[in-house]
């Protein structure tokens, strides 16, 4: 069996599936097909999820740009979603930076709203919503079958995974899967408006709050809801007595997460005591090896967290799926021919893995340095580093390093 017309298959529809998509649809991409296939039943199943993202220059603005929407990007963006205080659990400010004008040059955006700049850029018909992967068959030329639990069956030239940490596209090219990182907990959040004294003392931006092998890390949503993600180390990932996947009570999960924070602040402690009970979600951290790579395969291909799973402590995730999404359009469009692809795919892997284990290393060394017990000081002396002239030199420096050389 074969495809009337060449296809390019992309399963997930976050944002580094359609980066792709968005970047092949700019560049006017006539060699085949291009589809996205997403397990959600429509663009607003995730209305609440997902936290504000700093867009880097090299990676996902530079991706933004290939797609034509650096502008809607911009207008989209919150400058002061920069600012950032640091605390221990007395709540008592140790660093503040003010965001002041955009001053780090990575303004934040609401994970929702880029996602949906995404989408409004695609035409109707590029994005199967409720299509859920079930089974994949490789077939003749690196062409692969699909089929998905609606019953729905396709054929691709390319298979492009960018379905997540249990991506159903990865065991085709590699046998890692996502390991327990020793850091658990929950996502959780303030309804807007709901509590705006603890809000206010949030800020406009973010609030990390680390002590004791725990943290909060409160951030404030361009429609006023104030996130927080409670993570703490726990030899488990099931903290909360509930196995992964499995039904909860969130009731029961803010009990738990009251109790664990006890002796932190009042305000501190008010994240969880106010929070919208519809909005309580489990968020147990895993991760791929940082130097995860696979010999390539004609026809199929990763990116994102299906490649490179990492923490959010150097908020580099998105930022490499974007990027490698930018990338891995731009290798299908350089290409004249069909034949072609599978080159420059190749090309696309060796340049993704450079760029990103070195994203993934550094997350590793993040999270690991955010649960340890001085770990406030020790984030406060980290970005202390900037504030001096020479600190700002060599963090210029590592900048157009990432530039010119892309790690």
């Not at 092949?24 to 296939?37: D, I, M, P, R, S």
């Not at 509590?195 to 725990?214: C, I, S």
């Amino acid at each position: 069996m074969s495809t009337e017309k060449p296809s390019v298959a992309i399963i997930g529809a976050g944002v580094g599936g359609l980066s792709v998509a968005a970047v092949l649809h700019k560049a006017g991409f006539n060699q085949a097909t291009v589809t996205v296939y997403e397990r959600d039943p429509d663009r607003d199943a995730r209305a609440h999820l997902g936290s504000c993202l700093d867009l880097h220059t090299e990676s996902g603005i530079a991706a933004m740009k290939a797609a034509g929407l650096e502008k809607e990007f911009r207008a989209a963006s919150r400058p002061e979603g920069e600012a950032m205080i640091i605390t221990n659990k007395t709540g008592v400010p140790l660093w503040e930076e003010t965001g002041k004008e955009g001053s780090s040059g990575r303004p934040e955006i609401d994970r929702t709203v880029l996602r949906n700049i995404l989408l409004d850029a695609l035409p109707a018909d590029t994005v199967k919503w409720d299509h859920h992967l079930v089974s994949i068959t490789p077939a003749e030329n690196g062409t692969h079958h699909l089929e998905f639990s609606n019953g729905f069956k396709t054929t691709c030239t390319l298979l492009v995974g960018a379905d997540g940490a249990r991506s159903k596209v990865r065991p085709l090219l590699s046998s890692a899967v996502p390991t327990y990182a020793g850091v658990t907990g929950a996502e959780i959040s303030l309804a807007p408006g709901s509590a705006p004294d603890l809000a206010e003392k949030v800020g406009k931006g973010g609030r990390m709050a680390l002590d004791d092998g725990k943290s909060l890390l409160s951030q404030y949503n361009g429609d006023g809801r104030v996130r927080t993600y409670a993570w703490f180390k726990h030899p488990t990932p099931d903290a909360f007595g509930v196995p992964e996947g499995a039904p909860f009570d969130p009731e029961d999960v803010l009990r738990r997460l009251e109790a664990r924070y006890a002796d932190w602040a009042p305000p501190l402690r008010g994240l969880i005591g106010a929070a919208d009970r519809s909005a309580v979600y489990l968020r147990p951290l895993f991760l791929l090896p940082p130097e995860h790579d696979w010999a390539h395969r004609k026809g199929v291909t990763l990116l994102g967290d299906a490649a490179n799973l990492m923490s959010p402590f150097a908020g580099e995730g998105a930022n490499t799926a974007m990027r490698s999404g930018k990338e891995l359009a731009e290798a299908l469009v350089w290409a004249k021919t069909v034949e072609q692809w599978d080159f420059n795919v190749q090309r696309y892997e060796r340049d993704r893995f450079r760029y990103a284990s070195g994203h993934a290393k550094e997350s590793a060394k993040n999270l690991e340095m955010a649960y340890q017990d001085d770990a406030a000081e020790q984030f406060v002396a980290f970005f202390k580093q900037f504030s001096t002239l020479s600190g700002q030199i060599w963090y210029m420096l590592g900048e157009a390093r990432k530039r010119i050389f892309g790690v």
